[in-house]
Nanobody, 118 residues
Framework: QVQLVESGGGLVQAGGSLRLSCATS????????MHWYRQVPGKQRELVAT???????NYADSVKGRFTISRDNAKNTVYLQMNSLKLEDTAVYYC????????????WGQGTQVTVSS
């Protein structure tokens, strides 16, 4: 079992920055791909950013150049640095861990609210 705990959400003005953190309960990055998703009410959960076990990253087109996913292996923590925030970035952000070796396992955090105001 793996617990994921997000933090760092809050209220920020458009153009501002926030850094989200996702602390994992144990060292998993060598065999898990980590993702950040977001969801607004009434819409499907959207994949925002990914960091693979090998350290490769990928981003949704809507956040490329503004968001950066990273991880600190010593702290068992994944980060999402969000810059130049827009109103449309308002959502609940979720951390996700997906095991890349058998057995396939997946874990979600509880989510953290990000609200961008004008």
């Amino acid at each position: 079992q793996v617990q994921l705990v997000e933090s760092g959400g809050g209220l920020v003005q458009a153009g501002g920055s926030l850094r989200l953190s996702c602390a994992t309960s144990r060292s998993i990055f060598s065999i898990y791909t980590m993702h950040w998703y977001r969801q607004v009410p009434g819409k499907q959960r959207e994949l925002v950013a990914t960091i693979t076990s090998g350290g490769s990253t990928n981003y949704a087109d809507s956040v490329k150049g503004r968001f950066t996913i990273s991880r600190d292996n010593a702290k068992n923590t994944v980060y999402l640095q969000m810059n130049s925030l827009k109103l449309e970035d308002t959502a609940v952000y979720y951390c996700n861990a997906r095991r890349v070796v058998v057995p396939s396992l997946e874990y979600w955090g509880q989510g953290t609210q990000v609200t961008v105001s004008s």
